[in-house]
């Protein structure tokens, strides 16, 4: 038998995700914050895959960068200034729920200059109010 690598079960368990809340900003779980190390000196870029701009891409860096998100923090919650950028890409976050599952992407760190995580969106109608 060849090699066998094992999967740590501690590296798989915690769902990382990012929600759009109905301001506009982009959320983080207390999970996701925890995970990507984040703090009022974190910065971070969005983009999207030219071919196809429904794929997009998260790079976490603590390093300034005036075309990068610098984090906020509201008491406990951590979240970027997006809602110009979600409007204008079309988010309906008003009336939808969007979250976006985050799935490491390590094979473009060094291309991308920090952690890389994929954007797996989900989309769903706003539970209404009664």
Known sequence: MGEVTFFSARQYSAKLKV???????????????????????TYIKLGADVTDPTIMFMVVSSEVNED??????????????????????????????IIFDLTRASEYDADFGGKVYKLN??????????
């Open 121 to 130: 969106k989900r989309e769903s109608d706003k539970k209404k109010k009664k």
């Open 19 to 41: 929600t759009i809340q109905s301001t506009g900003k982009l959320g983080f779980t207390d999970d996701t914050a925890k995970e990507l190390e984040l703090s009022s000196q």
């Open 68 to 97: 990068a998100f610098k984090v906020c923090k509201a008491g406990d919650y951590f979240y970027l200034p997006t809602s110009v950028l979600f409007m204008s890409l079309g988010y309906d976050f008003k009336n939808k729920t």
